[in-house]
């Protein structure tokens, strides 16, 4: 079971705790994150994948860390839709 815990959240900045995952939902999420020019700095971290502790860390220049994660989390949902539909149309 995932459980978040908001380490830090600011206008600008924020950092979580996961507990539950690994790099199944941070790899994806950070590579939208990476090429979403409002994000000045996109960091994640594993402890140990046996532990699956997640660190995650981001810094927007324009908007706050939350439209940012809300931007990506969309993106990627289109883009499973898309890829779905290819498969199953």
């Known amino acids: 079971m995932l459980q ?15 507990k539950g995952e690994t790099y199944t939902l941070f790899s994806p999420l ?7 020019p409002d ?8 402890d140990h994948p046996l532990q699956e502790n997640a660190h995650f860390k981001l810094k927007v220049r324009r908007g706050t860390p939350l439209e940012a994660v809300e931007r ?13 539909r290819g498969f199953f149309s």
């Open 30 to 36: 950070v590579e939208y994150l990476s090429s979403d």
């Open 39 to 46: 994000v000045e700095y996109i960091q994640f971290d594993v």
């Open 72 to 84: 990506a989390v969309k993106a990627v949902l289109a883009d499973i839709e898309e890829l779905e």
């Open 4 to 18: 978040m815990e908001v380490v830090t959240l600011t206008d600008k900045y924020l950092e979580l705790k996961v």
